[in-house]
């Protein structure tokens, strides 16, 4: 057995990984939209213009709300939620992991810390599933996710968050702020894709963060087997190129954000406030654009897991049914 082989997330979560995916690539998508309406001007007009994309912001904004709700009251009153949270505490080992991976880059370890080892082949009882490096993702997300929802709420109304702050440039500051945590997440969901969508042992997408682990087997018949399985993977032909030429596109698109947010001001949401619409100059709108692309990429590869998802459970349903009939049962029962 290999650390490839395990699941990674049970049923629900997959579910919920992919919703709170395409929530975030549509407040992504409408908020740049409305923060470089010169830069995207053809992406606010396929969503109906200032209008239109101002609603979906904030369609968006309840959508992602529902989410932090549900997840929470899933993690407080389920087995397996309580179970996962536990999962993601910090740990004695984490800690020294941390501190072996320090020493490891100065050359003063021989190796990794197990707990540092999440895709590198090793037997799965060796390393955990999720590691620091995992877990430290996970909370930065959590902190992300809230401090952008508390933030949007807040200039969800810029007069009342005026009265409420007593002045306009407390208001703007969270405006500001909002639009500041926003391009930090940009930055960490272009990672995001490309460590998981162009890494060697997972090209062109990890499928175990979209299929639940429920339904991809533990065990191996060749009990005997020696390693632990990565050898017998095929880097794909085209992953050399590919990674190279998308992480260089990555690379474009959040200098380009962040050279655009410099930029710019006010981002993001109220209409009413006045973001400055000139384009400055054929490569920042041409960065931007980049940056866009590399999100709609990661888009798709979120929908190519769910495809992935479906055609697995697909075909678990003809094995099943397979071996019901060979046993001599009847394969539409349900006994």
Known sequence: M??????????????????????????FFTGYAIMFNSELWWMMELM???????????????????????????MLISPTGRSNFREILPAKADTEAFIQDVQFMLGRADERHPHARQFAGHEADEVPLLSYVGKGVVYIFAVELLLLTVSGLLIWSKTGLMQYFATRTAAMAFVVFHG????????????????????????????????PRSIIPESHDDED??????????????????????????????????????VR??????????????????LLTVGINIGMFVLFVGLILSMYGNVMRVR????????????????????????
Not at 2 to 27: E, I, P, Q, Y
């Open 180 to 211: 500041l945590l926003g391009v930090i997440m940009l930055m960490g969901v272009m990672f995001h894709i490309f460590e998981h969508g162009m890494h060697p042992a997972f090209y062109p997408v990890e499928t175990k963060a979209f299929i």
């Open 225 to 262: 087997h020696e390693g632990t399985g990565i050898e017998g993977l095929e880097l794909s032909p085209s992953w050399h190129s590919v990674s190279t030429i998308f992480g260089s596109l990555v690379v474009i698109g959040i200098v380009s954000v962040l050279m655009g947010s410099i």
């Open 312 to 335: 697995w459970e697909k075909e678990m349903r003809r094995q099943r049914n397979r071996e019901t009939v060979a046993d001599g049962g009847d394969p539409n029962s349900d006994d």
């Open 48 to 74: 109906g213009g200032a209008t239109g994309v101002t609603a979906l912001h904030r369609i968006a904004g309840v959508g992602l709300v529902a989410l932090i709700v549900f997840w929470t009251v899933l």
């Open 2 to 27: 290999t650390n490839l082989d395990h699941g990674k997330f049970t049923r629900v979560t997959t579910l919920f990984h992919s919703l709170l995916a395409l929530d975030v690539f549509l407040l």
């Open 265 to 282: 001001g006010g981002y993001p949401v109220p209409r009413e406030l006045v973001v400055s619409g000139d384009v400055t100059n054929l």
